[in-house]
Structures are given as structure tokens and as C-alpha cells.
């Protein structure tokens, strides 16, 4: 049966979801969900003419379309860790349900647990026993060794590394192309800059960049 599905975020990681969803429906033998539309509170006008130019409808800012459909199923296509659980707990206090998308050109490995509303990306290499909580977004070409722990909202951006047995707490964004080294523990709130190799712990709420990564005092955050 095809289920229907609402994409918030009109932005770069919503049409990558966009993306994500159109390839689980190609490449299974009928289409899973029907994309509804896209909503998002402030789109660009570029943003709105990316979306018409591939046949989807903007459906209004995330009030509009709370009320024009009750309890649908919804992904949330936005990167930013601390937006996304604003908007989580906003749809999911609404009776809405999260999709939980796994491009089907990731690798997943066995005994890998994927939490609700998350979003696997093409190209991502998930190894085995690995658990994302709910709501984890892994970029393309990201790479997430044995047994490592993401905890809910984690966002790892493109092309990082993230090695084996590692824990990160919720809410952290792992930059593009970033490495974290095997068994290493990640506090919640921490912002791991693009290109930076983790080689300690790291604290809650601090931003790191750079090889080895210590702490970024100029940080504007999330
Ligand atoms: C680390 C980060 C959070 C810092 O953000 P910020 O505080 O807004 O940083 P700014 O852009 O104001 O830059 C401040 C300084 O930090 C430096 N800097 C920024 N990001 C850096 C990084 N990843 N590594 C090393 N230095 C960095 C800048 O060059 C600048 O230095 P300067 O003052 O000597 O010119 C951000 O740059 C980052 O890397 N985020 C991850 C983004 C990502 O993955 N993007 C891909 C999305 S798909």
C-alpha cells in the first residue's frame, strides 16, 4: 500500500530526502510512499522554484500544513540537529508519525538498529551492531564503524568518519569529512567542525575543529 508522506525542510537536506525517498520507491517492485508535498516556514524563492521544477508541491509553512492534513506521516529533511527536534516534537505532538528512510544504496550492516525518523542517505556505509537512536541523519558517504552508538538527532554531514565503538550523545553534528577515532565518547550538544580529526573525548557543548581537534572559542553554534 502506498503511504503518504509530507518532507519538512525545503532546503538542501530536504531535496536530498526528496532523493531518498524516490530511490526506496524505484527500487522497490511498487512505489512505497507518495510525496504529498514540501513545507517549510521560510523557504527562499530559489528553494520554491527547486521544488516546483521537480513537480512537488510547497504545501505552506509548517502551521499551514498542520492543519491541512491530520496525523500524516512526515521526515524531517533539515540538518540542523536543534531544529530538527523543535520540529519533531511539533508534528509528533500533532498525532503525525516519522518515517524512517534508508536509501537503498546504503550498506547496513547486520544486527544495525535504525531508530524512527532517521534518514539514511545513498552512499553511507553503516557497519555492524551499530544503533542509531531516533531521528539520526547520516549525510552521503558517511561511514559508521562497529558498534558505535549515535544518539537521537545526531547529524553526520558528508563524507565522515565515524570508527568503530565510538559513542555520541544526542544532538551532535558531526561536520563534513570529519574523523572521530575508534572508542572515543562525543557529550551531546558538540559541534565537530568539517575536516577535523577527534583524537580525545569531548565535552558537551563545545565546538571542535581541526587536526587534532581542540576547542573553537569563536564558535557561533548550531
Ligand atoms: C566549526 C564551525 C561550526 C565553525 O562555525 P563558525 O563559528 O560560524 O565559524 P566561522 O565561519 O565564523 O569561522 C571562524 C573562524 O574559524 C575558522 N573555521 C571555521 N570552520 C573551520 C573548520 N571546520 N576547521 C578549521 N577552522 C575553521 C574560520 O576559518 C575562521 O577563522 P579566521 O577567524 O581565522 O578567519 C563550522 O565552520 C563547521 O565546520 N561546521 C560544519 C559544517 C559542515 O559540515 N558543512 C557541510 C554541510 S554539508
Keep these: 500500500m ?3 508522506i509530507v518532507v519538512i525542510g525545503a532546503g538542501g537536506f530536504g531535496r536530498e530526502t526528496l532523493d531518498v525517498i524516490e530511490a526506496i ?3 522497490s517492485s511498487g512505489a512505497i510512499w507518495r510525496i504529498v508535498g514540501v513545507a517549510d516556514d521560510a523557504p527562499a524563492e530559489i528553494q520554491l522554484e527547486r521544488i516546483a521544477a521537480r513537480g512537488y508541491e510547497y504545501l505552506g509553512n509548517m502551521e499551514t500544513a498542520l492543519q491541512r492534513f491530520t496525523c500524516a506521516t512526515f521526515t524531517v529533511g533539515i540538518g540542523a540537529p536543534r531544529a530538527r527536534v523543535k520540529l519533531a516534537t511539533t508534528f509528533e505532538d500533532a498525532g ?3 518515517a524512517t528512510l534508508v536509501h ?6 547486520t544486527n544495525s538498529v535504525i531508530g524512527e525518523g532517521s534518514i539514511v542517505c545513498g552512499g553511507v556505509q553503516l557497519s555492524t551492531e551499530t544503533t542509531l537512536c531516533r531521528y539520526v541523519h547520516l549525510n552521503p558517504g558517511a561511514v559508521i564503524g562497529h558498534d558505535a552508538l549515535l544518539g537521537e ?3 553526520v554531514n558528508p563524507g565522515a568518519v565515524v ?8 544532538r551532535t553534528l558531526v561536520g563534513a569529512g570529519a574523523v572521530i577515532l575508534q572508542g572515543l565518547f562525543v557529550g551531546s550538544d558538540t559541534v565537530i567542525g568539517a575536516s ?3 583524537t580525545r573525548d569531548l565535552e558537551p557543548n563545545v565546538t571542535v575543529v581541526g587536526v587534532p581537534a581542540r576547542q573553537h572559542l569563536e564558535a ?3
Design 104 to 109: 537503498p544504496d546504503a550498506v547496513v550492516g
Design 220 to 222: 557561533s553554534g548550531t
Design 25 to 27: 520507491n524505484t527500487a
Design 2 to 4: 502506498v503511504e503518504d
Design 96 to 98: 503525525w508519525k516519522p
Design 196 to 198: 577535523a580529526c577527534v
Design 153 to 155: 538527532f545526531v547529524s
Design 163 to 170: 570508527s568503530g565503538e565510538v559513542e555520541i550523545c544526542d
